[in-house]
Each structure stands twice: as C-alpha cells, then as structure tokens.
C-alpha cells in the first residue's frame, strides 16, 4: 500500500492550493484520511481529516479558509486550501487508515511542500 501526495508548491499571501493523495495497492477499505503539517522548527499537527462517511474535523486555525473532502471510489483525499498565510508554510502529509486482506494500520504519504510568501 503506498500513498502519493501531489499539489504542492510556493503561492502568494491570499492565494490558493489544492492538495491530493491517492492510496494504492491491495485495498479492502480506507477509514479516516488526513492532513498534517509539519513546520520548520515544530511538531507536526493535524490540520484536517475526514471519516469514510465525510464528517470533517479541522484544527482552529484553517477552519472557513481549509476544506477536506474525499473520493471513496478513488482512495483519495483533497485539501482545498484558501486564504493561505505565511504561517501555513509547512510540509504537508496525508495520512489514511487501511485495511488490507490480512490487517489494518495507518499509512503515510512522502509529504509535498507548501510555502506561502508574504
């Protein structure tokens, strides 16, 4: 099982970036998938994540300017990011609880950098 994180990049002040992340391999079902981030210098927080039915959790400072969604049919989550700060330049990764045919575990993806200029 691998996920592959895609769209990020550097963006202006007030711009926008939508982050994908697609699991693959020998998938019986995906549970709850997120986000994180991860600054220079910081731990790495949750900034959102999604249960299989689409009820969205977010950490208070994206909330009204992040949107977490999914597609179930393609294993894959998106983060539509607005509004963005200079503080939400971080590396961010997905993250996706699966279950194989043989056990479950949370799976990481390679990360995809987000900077936002001032």
């Known amino acids: 099982v691998q996920l592959q994180a895609s769209g990020g990049g550097l963006v202006q002040a007030g711009g926008s970036l939508r982050l994908s992340c697609a699991a693959s391999g020998i998938i019986f ?7 994180y981030r991860q600054a220079p210098g910081k731990q790495r927080e949750m900034v959102a994540t999604i249960t299989s039915q689409g009820s969205a959790n977010y950490v208070d400072s994206v909330k009204g300017r992040f949107t977490i969604s999914r597609d179930n049919t393609k294993n894959t989550v998106y983060l539509q990011m607005n509004s963005l700060k200079p503080e939400d330049t971080a590396v961010y990764y997905c993250k996706a609880y699966i279950l194989t045919t043989a056990y479950s575990n949370d799976y990481w993806g390679q990360g995809t950098e987000v900077t936002v200029s001032s």
Not at 29 to 35: L, N
């Open 29 to 35: 079902s995906v549970g709850v998938m997120g986000w």
